[in-house]
Every structure is written in structure tokens, then in C-alpha cells.
């Protein structure tokens, strides 16, 4: 059964950082795509970041470009979101996501993990 439990979440002021985590677990880690999305209160869900099943190559939103970074731990099964200078508007419930189809395909995931809330306060 494919699992996916994301962590890290909570109060920040702006300008701060938090590094969520995405533990994987029921399938072959290196063979499945992970992706982070958020969605803040009144608005759409909406892609952060996403490394890529296999070559592991990455992919940013483009307001999060220069400040996140998503990594993968293959011996924990684990894909983390490093987020740093954050903003105001990078609160949101955040999300963790897999499947087996690229980062560069746009399609609504297979699997869910349950959100992580980060808060950003000025």
C-alpha cells in the first residue's frame, strides 16, 4: 500500500525557514515522482516543486525558484522541501504527492499524503 506522510509544518515569521518532509513508503522509491503542492485558504491547489522519478532532476514553481529546494534521501524513502525566506504568501496547507509519470506532465497524482500547514507570520 503506497504511503505518503508529510511533516514539518507550522508557525514561521517571514523571512524564515522550514523543511517539510515527505516519508514514502509501498512502492520502489527511486521509481515514483514526488511532488510538494500547497493551497492557501479561497484558492486553487497549486505545484511548488516536483523531483523527478528516476534522474531525480527537480522542478520549481516560479515564485519559489531561489529560495526552496526538494531533495530525496533514498535510504529513508523520504523527499524533503527545504523553504527559506519565506513570504506572507507562501502560507498554505502543504501537500506531498506520487506517482510513477513525469514532473513535466501535467496530470493529477496517484497518491496523497495528508497536509502539513505552514503558517507565515509578518
Known amino acids: 500500500e503506497v504511503q505518503l506522510q508529510a511533516s514539518g509544518g507550522g508557525l514561521v515569521q517571514a523571512g524564515g525557514s522550514l523543511r517539510l518532509s515527505c516519508a514514502a513508503s509501498g512502492f520502489t522509491f527511486d521509481d515514483y515522482t514526488v511532488a510538494w503542492f500547497r493551497q492557501a485558504p479561497g484558492k486553487e491547489r497549486e505545484g511548488v516543486s516536483c523531483?523527478?522519478?528516476?534522474?531525480?532532476?527537480?522542478r520549481y514553481e516560479d515564485s519559489v525558484k531561489g529560495r526552496f529546494t526538494i531533495s530525496s534521501d533514498n535510504a529513508k524513502t523520504t523527499v524533503y522541501l527545504q523553504m527559506n525566506n519565506l513570504k506572507l504568501e507562501d502560507a498554505a496547507v502543504y501537500y506531498c504527492?506520487?506517482?510513477?509519470?513525469?514532473?513535466?506532465?501535467?496530470?493529477?497524482?496517484?497518491?496523497w499524503g495528508q497536509g502539513t500547514q505552514v503558517t507565515v507570520s509578518s
Open positions: 523531483i523527478n522519478s528516476g534522474d531525480r532532476k527537480t
Open positions: 504527492a506520487a506517482d510513477q509519470q513525469s514532473c513535466w506532465t501535467e496530470h493529477e497524482y496517484d497518491y
